[in-house]
């Protein structure tokens, strides 16, 4: 069984510039979430989808991230304009449904650095 | 503030010791724990977890985690880790009675095992 792809493995980019990442979940899988994983810290939930829905963006900074499922399969994660701060690994997990008892699958992640 | 807490950052062990990472937790109620764990290069994934029934929860490759209520912990072990089990470790945990799959991290714990 093919896992959760992301690309690009790796980004470099200067602070006000902007960058995408994307992911494509294990076929079936429902629902997606991305995480960002500062050094040294564990993921932190920016945003679930079910489907193509939003389920919760509460963590996501709006004012700069954006996320979007268009088809309910691929997702993109957008950052615009990109500060220092989010120098990150953003990973991509899914999941059959939100009830599938928290076992997730996750992508090997985008590490973004923001010079 | 409610969040999950990973008592040791970096442990370094020799093959054939035994191990016990310790969790703590500070959400009331219904939880659901998990531990996840990232092999070197590796996606993280799920290695065990505990939604209700006997507290001592068996995973993969010999690990087992204890929940205890009354500590707000649940702790991972392992009575002879191998050189494979260098990894970083994550505890998890999905507060409420609901699952919604959204897993709050610990910070994780490194774990290095020397041959």
Redesign the interface.
């Known amino acids: 069984e093919a896992?959760?792809a992301q690309s690009p493995r790796y980004k470099i980019i200067e602070k006000r510039q902007s960058v995408a990442f994307w992911c494509n979940p294990i076929s079936g899988h429902a629902?997606l979430?991305w995480y960002q994983q500062i050094l040294?810290?564990?993921?932190?939930?920016l945003i679930?989808f079910q489907n193509n829905g939003v389920?919760?963006d509460s963590q996501l900074p709006k004012d700069r991230f954006s996320a979007e499922r268009l088809k309910g399969v691929d997702s993109t994660l957008k950052i615009q304009p990109a500060k220092l701060e989010d120098s990150a690994v953003y990973?991509c997990?899914t999941?059959t449904?939100?009830?599938?008892?928290?076992?997730?699958?996750?992508?090997?992640?985008s590490r973004l650095t923001v010079l | 503030a409610q969040s999950?807490s990973q008592h040791n950052h970096h442990v370094i062990l020799s093959e054939a010791a035994s191990l016990e990472l310790g969790c703590n937790y500070s959400y009331g109620g219904t939880v659901?724990l998990?531990w996840y764990v990232q092999y070197p290069g590796?996606?993280?994934?799920?290695l065990l977890?505990y939604?209700s029934g006997d507290p001592l929860v068996k995973g993969i490759k010999g690990f087992e985690a204890e929940f205890i209520k009354s500590k707000f912990s649940f702790n991972l072990r392992k009575p002879s880790v191998q050189w494979s089990d260098t990894a970083e470790y994550?505890c998890?945990v999905?507060p409420g009675s609901s699952?919604?799959?959204?897993?709050?991290?610990?910070?994780?714990t490194t774990l290095q095992v020397k041959p």
Do not use: R
């Not at chain 2, 590796?42 to 799920?46: D, F, S, T």
């Not at chain 2, 699952?99 to 994780?108: M, P, V, Y």
């Open positions: 896992g959760v629902t979430y040294g810290q564990g993921p932190k939930l679930q389920v919760d990973l997990a999941a449904s939100p009830e599938n008892t928290g076992e997730l699958f996750f992508g090997e992640g | 999950v659901n998990f590796q996606h993280l994934q799920l977890k939604f994550f998890a999905i699952n919604t799959g959204k897993l709050i991290f610990g910070q994780g």
